[in-house]
């Protein structure tokens, strides 16, 4: 919240109300550049400093291109590991089948677009195993989210 509103009150019922951050005129820029980067960062999926994404027990190791589930490595093919870091990237948010399309498959893809299905469906086969969490999710009407706080739909 920028505003020139610098009353104690008037910070604590923009807080309370929904704000994430208060800042009040006049303000420096390099200030509000280092807040929107901090809240941009927050947003962002944590990655740990070895660029692994971790979710539930399932852990993407962005550097080594590995992919491991209970501390077992699942052999993935280059498209279905780059589906799964796409959908890592987008934790807990809907993706579109058309984002999910462009980024892996790029904005050119002319084939048919149940490709998706296909390798979401292989995804679930080798991540989603019966014993285990699901963590990959339909949204019907969307795409796919990859989370471990939806039930199935």
């Known amino acids: 919240m920028l505003t020139a509103r610098d009353y104690v009150g008037d910070k604590v019922a923009g ?28 947003s962002q999926p944590e990655f740990q400093k070895n660029g692994t994404l971790r979710i539930a027990n399932l852990a993407v ?41 462009n980024a892996v498959w790029g904005q050119d893809f002319d084939g048919q677009p149940n490709i998706l299905d296909v390798y979401v469906r292989n995804l679930r086969h080798k991540i989603d195993t019966p014993d285990q969490q699901k963590l990959i999710h339909t949204v019907r009407g969307t795409g796919y989210m990859l989370s471990d706080q939806v039930a199935t739909v």
């Open 15 to 42: 807080l309370t109300g929904g704000a994430d951050d208060y800042m009040t005129k006049p303000f420096e820029m390099e200030e509000l550049a280092a807040r929107v980067e901090v809240a941009l960062r927050h």
């Open 61 to 101: 190791d962005t550097t080594a291109k590995r992919v491991t589930r209970a501390g077992q490595i699942i052999p993935l093919t280059q498209r279905e590991y780059e589906l799964l870091v796409e959908l890592s990237k987008h934790q807990n948010e809907s993706c579109s089948r058309d984002e999910l399309l």
